[in-house]
């Protein structure tokens, strides 16, 4: 008869399938608190943007380019606006909660690895906000092709009616149609996403020590804010350090530079809304700078949370 | 002690993790701002001219939808006829949007033609003070457009601003600026052949205006006539006339007027608007001589020409 110990199989220090479970319990808990009822004034926000029509009065061709570029606008900050919220407050009310529900004493009790639980906890906070992002990507399309249809159309039969050949026409157009729904779109939503991911780490990392959500909410919002400043201050520590200068501030921006996450890179949206192309090597490089960003900080979770007693 | 031992590991490993990716980000955000996909840095100075606006805007996607409703509040400053809030507001707007052509548009257009016009017409002003102020408002829509260019060079729309202002008979015109800014914008590569066409259409406007550049202008037109047909415009038709009539000019083959318009028919449409539209007391070389030619060839009634003949005991 075998003995208990020969019972025994060790866990393993990592399993994907443990790691699923976790968050797509995660993520069902997350979605019982209502939180898509958003999607709604995510509508009423572009369709209110829609009907806002700018007035042609100088002559040039600039409105119809800024009627779109407010849905566009409009759509990406409130995109941002809800996934950093949601990246934030979810992130910092996972092991809180847990604790709370006495649920984290039964998980790690089963046993499952710290590390297993912090990223399938995270891991349910990004599927919801991936999944939030991609409704609110096929909304802003919806809301920005019909905008830009109704446009195009209204140029075309203006400019027809001028006797203007369809060479010219199509010329003519294709500065406005660079600002309708292309790829770079869903390329600025993927963006925000990265950008969700590594807020909803930082937030992570801050829990595993803190002792209060408040706390965790108000230093991630800290640190956000900072790293959206962090490339002025890297610029500046750069530049000084380029001339060989040396002082207080330059000293203080090194230190903000080295010690906070760069957000602005991140920021690629701005472009889209210019109607400029996102290359697809850009992409490639903020993934790879925003996965280095979130595996920094979940191994530091890890670290932190690993001998933690509750 | 532990939680304070792994804070401080925490922030050793942040600061080497920090201080290894630096170079790199460094490089990639540079790359980001050549190609003008992340907003353009502010700096302290305007930093402290937006005050919380610039705080709200750190945050993504936030700067293009401050300005824009912004925008929409000038339109009642406007209606007030508030030059000065206006002023401001696009001054901070272009300082949030800076890539949006739309504003810098706007901004100019506000300055050099509304306020300007206003001020023109100002009873409460003495006549210096009218012409003082209506040459200040030209002179800052001028101004904002060539910060415009600085932000945004290489880009046609703001050239072909600044040159159109320069070519406007109503606003002080320099019409020499307006061709070099015009020969500039065919200098930008990857320009849609619309513009191209426009471009060298209004330099030959804008020359015909210098009447020192006579030859010049000769010699554009009938570059262009012979280009293509979609050339075969009155501004180039007329010159060619004019031009090859001037005395100073080198004409080395001279064009009947059915070469030049095509039919009798379309050179007497033609010419009869020019002569009609032509600035008070000027004689543009030929013209007049056209016309009475066409009126005879086509056998225009007395009562309805331009130039009717005179009765024999008047000559």
Known sequence: MPTSTQNFQKTSFISFSRIGVIASHTFTQLVRMKVFYFLIAFVILLWGSKQIIFPNETGGDGSPEQELRLIKSAGFAAMNMFSMLLALSATALLIPKDIEDRTLYTILCKPVPRLDYLLGKLLGVLVLIFVSLIAMDIVLSFFLNQKAASIIAIQTEQLTSRGIPKELINEQLAGLKAHGVTINIHLATFAIFLKAIVIASIALLISTFSSSTLFTLILTLIVIVIGLIQADARDYATTMAEFGQQNQLSNISLAVAVFFPDLQFLSVEDGVIDGRSIPLRIIGQISIIALLYFAIYIILSWFAFRKKEF | ?315
């Open chain 2, 1 to 315: 002690m532990k939680p304070l031992l792994n804070i401080i590991l925490i922030l050793a490993i942040l600061a080497v993790t920090g201080w290894l990716r630096m170079p790199y980000e460094q490089k990639l955000s540079e790359e980001l701002h050549a190609l003008k996909l992340v907003p353009p840095r502010l700096s302290l100075e305007d930093r402290s001219k937006l005050k919380q606006k610039a705080f709200v805007a750190t945050y993504g996607s936030l700067r293009p939808t401050i300005a824009a409703f912004m925008s929409v509040k000038t339109t009642n400053y406007h209606s007030d006829q508030n030059w000065d809030k206006i002023e401001d507001a696009f001054k901070e707007i272009v300082l949030l949007d800076p890539y949006n052509f739309y504003y810098w548009d706007q901004a100019a257009w506000h300055m050099a033609s509304n306020a300007a016009a206003d001020k023109q017409n100002d009873r409460s002003l003495t006549e210096i003070g009218r012409k003082q102020q209506f040459q200040n408002y030209i002179q800052k829509g001028k101004d904002i457009i060539n910060q415009s260019i600085k932000v945004n060079p290489g880009d046609w729309r703001y050239l072909n601003l600044k040159a159109k202002l320069e070519a406007n008979r109503y606003r002080d015109p320099d019409y020499a600026t307006a061709v070099a800014t015009y020969q500039e914008i065919l200098q930008i590569p990857d320009l849609p052949n619309h513009i191209k066409r426009s471009a060298k259409l209004e330099i030959l406007f804008a020359m015909q205006k210098l009447p020192q550049r006579h030859q010049e202008s000769y010699n554009l037109a009938i570059q262009l006539f012979e280009k293509d047909t979609s050339y075969h415009v009155p501004t180039v038709l007329n010159e060619i006339l004019i031009g090859q009539n001037h005395p100073l000019n080198n004409v080395s083959n001279s064009m009947s007027l059915s070469e030049i318009y095509g039919s009798n028919q379309n050179a007497y449409k033609k010419l009869k608007i020019k002569w009609l539209r032509r600035e008070l007391g000027q004689k543009p070389y030929g013209l007049e001589e056209a016309i009475q030619q066409v009126e005879n060839k086509l056998l225009i009634p007395q009562t309805k020409r331009l130039f009717p003949h005179k009765p024999l005991f008047m000559n």
